[in-house]
């Protein structure tokens, strides 16, 4: 009975799992070998998983990095920055310090002439410290922004381990350029000449600058250097553009016409370049030049930068009128709006035809200029002498100024109009604004130079000078300036001998210089030797009216009063300065207390007509 119950209940389990039969017991025996095989198998698979799992990503990602910069650099060479901008962009987001993301980015900005180019430059200097290259690099692109800090900043890093190579001094030529100083540019091209005599672009550099040299040997050379580079396709049209402005400054008509036909043969040449010309054939033949300009207005006509080009041309050559005639006879579309409504603005304010030209601004909104429209707006408004002129003008310019808030390039259109307004308050309050923005500073602090000149404002042209001399701590004219400047109110007089002496130094032979420093001689109490460095002048260099009040001066000092004489006589004529002419009365003073009969004192004199921060004495 218990076996036949046992048979039913097997029965009925393999019943309970439909399709599947009973299957025969069994138990798996392998040998021991075979076993450690399958456990170093099963090992290094694990291994793989592991290794791959950690690795596999890495090269996953090394190798999507490397196609994305590839992709990147293939959209560079096509000019596609926008998308080359974006893969690059890509790259850093999984890579922070991509050196080559870097160098792309850097390429497309600055194809893209954006001032984002220095931010990118300046990462791969960070990246490449030693590499004086992208030191280089950086500093060229600060300089193109208007960056001039950050430029001397990274110079004056990697100076001392560039002085050797000739682009080091291509870029602190271009930085002292930026600085105003034309003659350690000069020099700075030089030194690169002679570092890389082969090279055509450095060349071309030196000799666009020496043509302008006073000193014939060197703009000879200059010219003879151009001449050859105008058979160099690269630096042809260039070449044309200095030796024609060359030709018209020193009347040399003949090769200015030469210059002339070829410049405008030039595949590249531009509007531009057909307004040089103007300015020669306007010296050669009027009935040529007026010619010439009607053949040139249609040409104008049919784009709006070149209209604006050719009537700013016309403004400030005289011909504000033929601008004003010509306007009536354009369509209104294209005489409405920015460059052209600007230059029929300024055309009106040159005819001082203030009624029209408040009639001209009061049109529509000149878009992003429209600032400019308000300003000369206020302008005619101030110059109409009606009652409530003043109280429009300060608002209209409040409006300007307003417009043209923390935008630089426009407040420098707003400082320029109001120094050639004559405006002393609105304009030294612009200029000192943009004399603390590094790209702006030079033009600003000139600006308030002149502006203090002409008011007699010592104590503030001694602060201007001062700061023009921390940015460009290597410009002897200033250094001369600010050294004498400083002699004749007792200013840091102590600092004042230090740069008269090493002005004198580098620059023996600049009467400035010489004056300056023999100046500090006399203020020492060592005349003598002041007199022996002015012995060492050219006669005639002492006989310009500032030099010839210090020539005076020491004289008189000696005794010397008859050797005075002449000098004091050239003083009277003029122009000489506020403060010469009280350290001149000063030392007539004196001999006169102890002389029964003293020199007469020049009498007042005007102001200097010369007011460039770096001019001589």
């Known amino acids: 009975m218990p076996e036949k119950i046992r048979r039913v209940r097997r029965r009925r389990r393999s019943r309970s799992l439909p399709g599947i039969e009973a299957l025969p017991s069994f138990r798996l025996h392998l040998p021991p070998v075979r076993v450690a095989l399958y456990v170093a198998a099963a090992a290094a698979i694990v291994l793989l998983i592991i290794v791959f799992g950690t690795y596999g990503s890495k090269l996953y990602l090394g190798w999507h990095e490397s196609r994305l910069l590839k992709r990147a650099g293939a959209m560079l060479e096509e000019n596609d920055f926008v998308t080359?901008?974006?893969?690059?962009?890509?790259?850093?987001?999984?890579?922070?310090?991509?050196?080559?993301?870097?160098?792309?980015?850097?390429?497309?900005?600055?194809?893209?002439?954006?001032?984002?180019?220095?931010?990118?430059?300046?990462?791969?200097?960070?990246?490449?410290?030693?590499?004086?290259?992208?030191?280089?690099?950086?500093?060229?692109?600060?300089?193109?922004?208007?960056?001039?800090?950050l430029a001397r900043k990274t110079l004056e890093r990697v100076a001392p381990r560039a002085q050797d190579q000739a682009a080091f001094h291509i870029v602190a030529g271009w930085l002292a350029r930026a600085e105003g100083n034309l003659a350690e540019q000069e020099q700075q091209f030089d030194i690169a000449v002679n570092k890389d005599p082969k090279n055509d672009l450095y060349k071309f550099n030196l000799a666009a600058l020496q043509i302008r040299s006073q000193d014939p040997e060197k703009s000879a050379r200059a010219r003879a250097n151009l001449e050859r580079l105008t058979q160099v396709t690269q630096f042809r049209t260039g070449a044309l553009r200095a030796l024609l402005n060359d030709a018209v400054d020193r009347n040399d008509l003949q090769n200015a016409d030469r210059f002339a036909q070829q410049l405008q043969m030039s595949p590249q040449v531009s509007f531009g370049d057909y307004l040089l010309c103007l300015n020669f054939y306007r010296k050669l033949d009027a009935k040529k030049f007026d010619a010439l300009l009607e053949k040139v207005k249609p040409v104008a006509a049919r784009n709006a930068d070149d209209l604006g080009l050719l009537m700013d041309w016309m403004n400030e050559n005289g011909l504000a009128s033929d601008v004003v005639k010509w306007m009536d006879k354009l369509p209104a579309a294209a005489t409405a709006k920015p460059p052209a409504a600007i230059a029929i603005a300024a055309a009106f304010a040159e005819q001082r035809n203030w009624s029209r030209l408040r009639r001209w601004t009061r049109s529509e909104s000149w878009g992003k200029e429209d600032y400019l429209r308000l300003a000369y707006q206020g302008f005619a408004a101030r110059q109409s002498r009606l009652s409530s002129a003043d109280a429009e003008f300060d608002t209209l310019w409040r409006a300007a100024l307003h417009a043209a808030a923390d935008q630089p390039e426009k407040e420098i259109n707003l400082a320029r109009l109001a120094t050639k307004w004559n405006l002393p308050i609105e304009s030294e309050a612009l200029w000192l604004r943009l004399s603390h923005i590094p790209a702006c500073r030079r033009e600003a602090l000139d600006a308030l130079y002149k502006l203090y000149r002409a008011n007699n404002d010592l104590k503030k042209l001694y602060d201007v000078l001062q700061r023009l001399h921390d940015a460009s701590p290597n410009e002897i004219g200033i250094t001369a300036n600010l050294a004498r400047l400083g002699l004749n109110i007792d200013q840091n007089t102590k600092q004042s001998q230090e740069l008269a002496r090493q002005a004198y130094e580098r620059a023996p032979d600049d009467v400035?210089?010489?004056?300056?420093?023999?100046?500090?001689?006399?203020?020492?109490?060592?005349?003598?030797?002041?007199?022996?460095?002015?012995?060492?002048?050219?006669?005639?260099?002492?006989?310009?009216?500032?030099?010839?009040?210090?020539?005076?001066?020491?004289?008189?000092?000696?005794?010397?009063?008859?050797?005075?004489?002449?000098?004091?006589?050239?003083?009277k004529r003029g122009p000489i300065y506020t403060e010469e002419k009280r350290v001149l009365d000063d030392e007539l003073a004196k001999i006169a207390s102890v002389s029964p009969s003293p020199t007469p004192s020049p009498s007042p004199t005007p102001s200097a007509t010369s007011t460039s921060a770096s001019a001589t004495p």
């Open 84 to 149: 080359a901008n974006r893969l690059a962009r890509q790259v850093l987001a999984r890579h922070r310090d991509s050196l080559p993301a870097f160098y792309i980015l850097a390429e497309a900005t600055e194809k893209q002439n954006s001032e984002e180019t220095v931010s990118w430059r300046a990462q791969i200097a960070r990246l490449q410290p030693d590499n004086i290259d992208s030191q280089l690099n950086l500093a060229s692109a600060a300089l193109r922004f208007g960056q001039i800090d």
């Open 512 to 571: 400035s210089c010489a004056v300056t420093y023999a100046f500090s001689l006399y203020a020492q109490g060592r005349t003598t030797e002041g007199l022996e460095i002015l012995q060492k002048l050219p006669p005639e260099a002492l006989h310009e009216s500032h030099a010839a009040v210090y020539a005076a001066v020491l004289l008189l000092d000696v005794n010397q009063t008859d050797g005075a004489k002449e000098y004091i006589q050239v003083a």
